[in-house]
Protein backbone atom coordinates (compact mmCIF):
# COMPACT_ATOMS: atom_id res chain seq x y z
CA UNK A 1 0.00 0.00 0.00
CA UNK A 2 2.54 2.56 1.05
CA UNK A 3 6.47 2.74 -0.62
CA UNK A 4 9.74 3.00 0.76
CA UNK A 5 9.81 5.61 3.15
CA UNK A 6 13.34 6.16 2.24
CA UNK A 7 11.54 6.96 -1.55
CA UNK A 8 9.56 9.60 -0.01
CA UNK A 9 12.49 11.20 1.74
CA UNK A 10 14.84 11.45 -1.80
CA UNK A 11 11.46 12.67 -3.26
CA UNK A 12 11.18 15.57 -0.33
CA UNK A 13 14.95 16.48 -1.03
CA UNK A 14 14.74 16.12 -4.64
CA UNK A 15 12.06 19.09 -4.58
CA UNK A 16 14.24 20.55 -1.73
CA UNK A 17 17.08 20.91 -4.49
CA UNK A 18 15.44 21.96 -6.84
CA UNK A 19 13.40 24.34 -5.32
CA UNK A 20 17.00 25.38 -4.36
CA UNK A 21 18.67 25.49 -7.96
CA UNK A 22 15.75 27.72 -9.02
CA UNK A 23 16.11 29.68 -6.41
CA UNK A 24 19.63 30.72 -6.81
CA UNK A 25 21.67 33.61 -7.73
CA UNK A 26 24.61 32.28 -10.58
CA UNK A 27 26.61 32.95 -8.06
CA UNK A 28 25.30 30.69 -5.53
CA UNK A 29 24.88 28.08 -8.52
CA UNK A 30 28.66 28.17 -9.10
CA UNK A 31 29.04 27.45 -5.74
CA UNK A 32 26.64 24.41 -4.96
CA UNK A 33 28.81 22.93 -7.91
CA UNK A 34 31.58 23.30 -5.94
CA UNK A 35 29.84 21.72 -3.00
CA UNK A 36 28.62 18.77 -4.91
CA UNK A 37 32.01 18.46 -6.06
CA UNK A 38 33.35 17.80 -2.72
CA UNK A 39 30.78 16.01 -1.00
CA UNK A 40 31.04 13.26 -4.23
CA UNK A 41 35.23 13.40 -3.46
CA UNK A 42 34.25 12.26 -0.09
CA UNK A 43 32.27 9.86 -1.18
CA UNK A 44 34.64 8.41 -3.22
CA UNK A 45 37.54 8.73 -0.60
CA UNK A 46 35.07 6.81 1.96
CA UNK A 47 34.29 4.14 -0.72
CA UNK A 48 37.91 3.87 -1.66
CA UNK A 49 39.12 3.12 1.74
CA UNK A 50 35.89 0.65 1.95
CA UNK A 51 37.28 -1.12 -0.83
CA UNK A 52 34.06 -0.28 -2.88
CA UNK A 53 35.23 -0.25 -6.98
CA UNK A 54 31.58 0.34 -8.09
CA UNK A 55 30.60 2.76 -5.82
CA UNK A 56 34.14 4.42 -5.99
CA UNK A 57 34.28 4.57 -9.57
CA UNK A 58 30.17 6.30 -9.53
CA UNK A 59 31.74 9.00 -7.15
CA UNK A 60 34.95 9.70 -9.29
CA UNK A 61 32.37 10.26 -11.83
CA UNK A 62 30.31 12.15 -10.73
CA UNK A 63 32.61 14.58 -9.18
CA UNK A 64 34.67 14.50 -12.96
CA UNK A 65 30.79 15.58 -14.69
CA UNK A 66 30.54 18.40 -12.29
CA UNK A 67 33.80 19.67 -13.15
CA UNK A 68 33.40 19.81 -16.65
CA UNK A 69 29.83 19.68 -17.19
CA UNK A 70 29.24 22.64 -14.24
CA UNK A 71 31.84 24.74 -13.75
CA UNK A 72 33.87 24.32 -16.74
CA UNK A 73 31.23 24.80 -18.92
CA UNK A 74 30.07 27.61 -16.96
CA UNK A 75 33.57 29.09 -17.89
CA UNK A 76 32.92 32.26 -20.50
CA UNK A 77 36.76 32.83 -21.71
CA UNK A 78 35.63 35.84 -24.03
CA UNK A 79 34.45 38.04 -21.21
CA UNK A 80 36.60 36.35 -18.00
CA UNK A 81 39.94 36.44 -19.77
CA UNK A 82 43.49 35.07 -18.28
CA UNK A 83 41.37 34.38 -15.02
CA UNK A 84 39.06 31.98 -17.04
CA UNK A 85 41.61 30.28 -19.68
CA UNK A 86 43.29 29.60 -16.11
CA UNK A 87 40.81 27.96 -14.33
CA UNK A 88 39.29 26.03 -17.92
CA UNK A 89 43.02 24.48 -17.66
CA UNK A 90 42.75 24.13 -13.78
CA UNK A 91 39.58 22.06 -14.05
CA UNK A 92 41.45 19.86 -17.15
CA UNK A 93 44.16 19.18 -14.95
CA UNK A 94 41.27 18.25 -11.87
CA UNK A 95 39.66 15.30 -14.53
CA UNK A 96 42.95 13.95 -15.68
CA UNK A 97 43.61 13.45 -11.73
CA UNK A 98 40.67 12.03 -10.63
CA UNK A 99 41.07 9.82 -13.72
CA UNK A 100 44.16 8.44 -12.41
CA UNK A 101 43.11 8.04 -8.79
CA UNK A 102 40.78 6.33 -9.92
CA UNK A 103 42.86 3.87 -11.91
CA UNK A 104 45.34 3.81 -9.19
CA UNK A 105 43.20 3.86 -6.13
CA UNK A 106 45.35 6.85 -5.30
CA UNK A 107 43.17 8.66 -2.13
CA UNK A 108 46.00 11.36 -2.08
CA UNK A 109 44.94 12.98 -5.44
CA UNK A 110 41.42 12.74 -4.52
CA UNK A 111 42.49 14.37 -1.37
CA UNK A 112 44.69 17.05 -3.61
CA UNK A 113 41.53 17.46 -6.12
CA UNK A 114 39.63 17.77 -2.93
CA UNK A 115 41.37 20.56 -1.83
CA UNK A 116 41.61 22.59 -4.80
CA UNK A 117 37.95 22.47 -5.01
CA UNK A 118 37.65 23.55 -1.79
CA UNK A 119 40.22 26.80 -2.11
CA UNK A 120 38.41 27.75 -5.37
CA UNK A 121 34.76 27.24 -3.79
CA UNK A 122 35.91 29.49 -0.51
CA UNK A 123 37.62 31.89 -2.46
CA UNK A 124 33.94 32.06 -4.95
CA UNK A 125 32.05 32.47 -1.42
CA UNK A 126 34.13 35.41 -0.04
CA UNK A 127 33.90 37.21 -3.70
CA UNK A 128 30.42 37.10 -3.48
CA UNK A 129 30.25 38.05 0.28
CA UNK A 130 32.20 41.16 -0.78
CA UNK A 131 30.27 41.59 -3.34
CA UNK A 132 26.81 41.30 -1.27
CA UNK A 133 26.18 38.29 -2.78
CA UNK A 134 24.63 38.72 -6.15
CA UNK A 135 26.40 38.11 -9.29
CA UNK A 136 29.98 39.68 -7.35
CA UNK A 137 32.63 39.16 -9.92
CA UNK A 138 31.15 36.04 -11.49
CA UNK A 139 30.49 37.95 -14.89
CA UNK A 140 34.12 37.77 -16.00
CA UNK A 141 34.20 33.98 -15.14
CA UNK A 142 30.95 32.57 -15.23
CA UNK A 143 28.72 32.37 -18.47
CA UNK A 144 25.83 34.39 -17.74
CA UNK A 145 24.27 33.53 -21.39
CA UNK A 146 21.22 31.55 -20.88
Known amino acids: MFGSPQRGVNAYAKVGLE ?4 AATPHKLITMLYDGAVLALINATN ?3 AGNIEAKGKAISHAIQIIDNGLKASLDKEVGGDIAKNLDALYEYMSSRLLTAN ?3 QVEILDEVRGLLTDLRDTWKQIGE ?17
Request: glycine fraction near 22%; hydrophobic fraction near 35%.
Open 19 to 22: TGIA
Open 47 to 49: HMK
Open 103 to 105: LQN
Open 130 to 146: EGGGAQAGGAPVANQRQ
